[in-house]
T-cell receptor, first 117, second 109 residues
Framework: GAVVSQHPSWVICKSGTSVKIECRSL??????MFWYRQFPKQSLMLMAT?????????EQGVEKDKFLINHASLTLSTLTVTSAHPEDSSFYIC?????????????FGPGTRLTVT | ELKVEQNPLFLSMQEGKNYTIYCNYS?????LYWYRQDPGKSLESLFV?????AVKQEGRLMASLDTKARLSTLHITAAVHDLSATYFC?????????FGAGTILRVKS
């Protein structure tokens, strides 16, 4: 159990366009979802915390107008990278924190690799 | 602010040898996690350590937590090639995770 999916798994877009990444918790409800970014050979950095029905909380240095997060339901959060640039190319990973009934863990999605050309 | 330091950052091991990865954290952490990441993949949860003195083992991997020393260790016993991956520890405050830099483990035949 505790499965999180992401779609798409990889995407290539042109500079200046926007791309949306979906994160779904498949077998649990997540009041909170997290979005991380990982550059090659680096660690995961938390970008934002997404709470169902409210505005996301962004970490310092993350542009909220560039990385739009929507958490419309207890099983779906989306990250939209607006006006993407090559420096936004990265591996984006989401995680879900269960509402209840699980043991203290975030469950990670498989990641989405974004390449901006 | 919680900070997590991991060392070594790179570890080249011979098959059959033992080694330990260290994870120090700067302030009280609610829980301590260990993850494995294979190239191009997301994170695989290995261990969740909840309290001081916690020790968990799975196969050739054993994790421990000393909250007084703010130290967690991941011990690898008799390494095999399949263990080659990047290993991350992460501390938690509130419900946010702070990751260490990761340890790239390469097991050589």
């Amino acid at each position: 159990g505790a499965v999180v999916s992401q779609h798409p798994s990889w995407v290539i877009c042109k500079s200046g366009t926007s791309v949306k990444i979906e994160c779904r918790s498949l077998d649990f409800q997540a009041t909170t979802m997290f979005w991380y970014r990982q550059f090659p050979k680096q660690s995961l950095m938390l970008m934002a915390t997404s709470n169902e029905g409210s505005k996301a909380t962004y970490e310092q240095g993350v542009e909220k107008d560039k990385f739009l997060i929507n958490h419309a339901s207890l099983t779906l959060s989306t990250l939209t990278v607006t006006s993407a640039h090559p420096e936004d190319s990265s591996f984006y990973i989401c995680s879900g924190y269960p509402l209840a009934g699980r043991n203290y863990e975030q469950y990670f999605g498989p990641g989405t690799r974004l390449t901006v050309t | 602010e919680l900070k997590v330091e991991q060392n070594p950052l790179f570890l080249s091991m011979q098959e059959g040898k033992n080694y330990t990865i260290y994870c120090n954290y700067s302030t009280t952490s609610d829980r301590l996690y260990w993850y494995r990441q294979d190239p191009g993949k997301s994170l695989e949860s290995l261990f969740v350590l909840l309290s001081n003195g916690a020790v968990k083992q799975e196969g050739r991997l054993m994790a421990s937590l000393d909250t007084k020393a703010r130290l967690s260790t991941l011990h690898i016993t008799a390494a095999v090639h399949d263990l080659s991956a990047t290993y991350f520890c992460a501390g938690e405050y509130g419900n946010k995770l702070v990751f260490g830099a990761g340890t790239i483990l390469r097991v050589k035949s």
